[in-house]
């Protein structure tokens, strides 16, 4: 909301013009198997004011391929406990691929309030990765209405 000239602004509208970010790193290592689950410790909390905020999630996930090859990891993001949907896919070629993948994720929170932002991996068929604590984690950004 854009603000008239005359207008008197608040402490709170101000507070709210600065981005709020926030950041974590996995603490260990995931074994990825088909069932989604949480990347340890790549876990950001952060607390908003107003209904609407939009949200950047830069996600870095640092696979090896721990077997086969052929199959797919995906790297995903869930806020409030919802999968978001875009995914970060990565198909190694080898037994012991690595890379870092990475995801940029944006949306809106559409209620003020505690919000909850994790990565979760999972992989499909019998595919074998795991998630290394070592370059692993999410940066958080939101950007409140004023």
Known sequence: MPFSGLQKVTADQLNRLQPITDSA?????LDVTTSVADVPGALVSIDTTTNGAAY???GSFDVVQDGAAGNTFFGRLY?????VGKIAPYRGQTASDRSLVQQTWRGTLPSAGSHTFQL?????????YNVNATQSGLVVTVYEVV
């Open 56 to 58: 950047v999630v830069e």
């Open 120 to 128: 979760r991996a999972n992989s499909d068929a019998s595919a074998k």
């Open 79 to 83: 806020v409030d406990g919802a999968d």
């Open 25 to 29: 790193e996995a603490t260990s290592t």
